[in-house]
């Protein structure tokens, strides 16, 4: 905010100074920590920020917390793994009803308050290479049409001529 001359430099160093508004006794009682500051985020962006203070909202989402509560069990376990065997410090992963798109878990961090981590920072919403998370997509692709876990495919490039680009097969 400094950067883009939204704040002064006084605002700057109060802030920094500023301690955090989220007491560790409150740490237990906010579940789903990622998945409510996406939902706030979101809110705040499609209604304002008096809308959502002041306005009364009843908010149902998608989260299913039995399976958020075994998500973050998982996800803390193998951080931790991750952490000692590869030097990885952080994980995260989501969950999506594939019927309705609806977010089912959410896990952004292996600890939300953990600041030696950034643990704030939902990598799940985060703009970064996707690497082997397109898999199941394309595996399941794979399966409609036709293909099996026996099928051999051939990793090479593949050139397609460019009026076949205009087509669709299926």
């Known amino acids: 905010m400094l950067n883009d001359k939204k704040i002064t430099a006084e605002q700057y160093r109060d802030a920094l100074a500023e301690k955090s508004r989220i007491s560790t006794k409150y740490r237990k009682s906010i579940k789903a920590p990622h998945f409510v500051m996406y939902v706030i985020d979101y809110l705040t962006q499609k209604y304002g920020n008096d809308v959502l203070e002041q306005g009364g909202l009843k908010v149902t989402t998608t989260l299913n917390y039995s399976l958020q509560s075994k998500a973050e069990a998982i996800a803390k376990q193998y951080a ?91």
């Open 80 to 170: 931790e793994t991750n952490e000692k065997n590869f030097n990885g410090s952080n994980d995260a992963f989501i969950a999506i009803d594939p019927k309705t798109g609806g977010i089912l878990t959410m896990v952004g961090s292996r600890d939300y308050f953990d600041t030696k981590i950034d643990g704030n920072f939902n990598v799940t919403t985060a703009h970064r290479q996707p690497g082997s998370t397109f898999k199941p997509f394309v595996y399941a692709e794979a399966f409609l049409k036709g293909y099996t876990p026996d099928t051999v495919l051939f990793d090479c490039t593949y050139s397609i001529p460019s009026e076949l680009c205009t087509r669709q097969y299926y």
